[in-house]
Each structure stands twice: as C-alpha cells, then as structure tokens.
C-alpha cells in the first residue's frame, strides 16, 4: 500500500489525529497531494535531528509543518523571499500585527497584507501564526 493511500485510510477511520509525514522523499514530489489531503506536518529525513523534533513538538501544538522550494536539502525556504517580505516575516514572527509592522517599515497596511499573502504562498504556510513558527524553527524569530 502507497504512503498516501495510507494516510487517506487513516483520515477516514480517525480524522482527529494529526498525521506528520517523515520519509526520504522530496516534498515537492508530493507537495500538491499532501497539501490537497490536509497533513499536519512534513519533513525530509535528511533533516537535522533538532529540526524534526521541533517540528514534531510544532505539530503537537497544533501548527503546521510544510518545507516550501528545496527544503529537505538543506536550503532555507526564506532564501525565496524578497528583502522586504524577509523584513515582514521577522516582524510577524515576533507577535506584530498589521498595524505595528505597517508603521516600523513606513509602509500601509494594505502593503502588509499583500508581503503577507505573498510569505503564505512562498513558504507553503496556511497563516501568520504558521510564518511566525516557520521563522523561529529556522532562527529568524
């Protein structure tokens, strides 16, 4: 039986658990899939050891864990970030909201929340609270 066909079984026979996926293949072979089946976490074995406990702890807490571009190789998911939605991500990872981060880089909030839907997208993340998590777990928070 197939990784995936497992997990759906899984889903269907106990939708509360929370399902973190750990293998030696890379994210972006099922990146479309994994994300369409609502996984609670994902990370490549590759990975240092400190990562995937984190991750796991992440998990527990009830955050997402989802490595965005080339991500199990060593790469840092940030990397795809402009200089500025680096800047936001720093700021969301300390607890700014909107407001706070439109006022320290002199931008509008309607900017932010762009640079916020932009950071989403780039780094596979389905909220500011998964960003914020993201960035502590690779020593921007």
């Known amino acids: 039986m ?15 658990v929370k399902i973190f996926v750990y293998t030696a293949k890379r994210y972006e072979m099922f990146a479309c899939r994994l994300n369409a089946m609502h996984i609670a976490g994902f990370l490549n074995k590759f990975e240092a050891m400190e990562k995937v406990g984190a991750a796991i702890g992440l998990v527990a807490q009830g955050f997402h864990v989802k490595p965005c571009g080339g991500a199990g190789n060593g790469d840092n998911p940030f990397d795809l970030l402009s200089n500025r939605e680096l800047s936001v991500a720093m700021l969301i990872a300390k607890g700014n909201s909107n407001r706070m981060i439109a006022q320290q880089l002199s931008i509008s909030q309607k900017t932010v929340a762009v640079h916020k839907m932009n950071l989403l997208r780039k780094l596979c993340c389905e909220s500011a609270i998964d960003v914020a998590q993201m960035a502590q777990l690779h020593g921007l928070g």
């Open 2 to 16: 197939a990784g995936v066909d497992f997990i759906r079984i899984v889903q269907q026979l106990h939708p509360e």
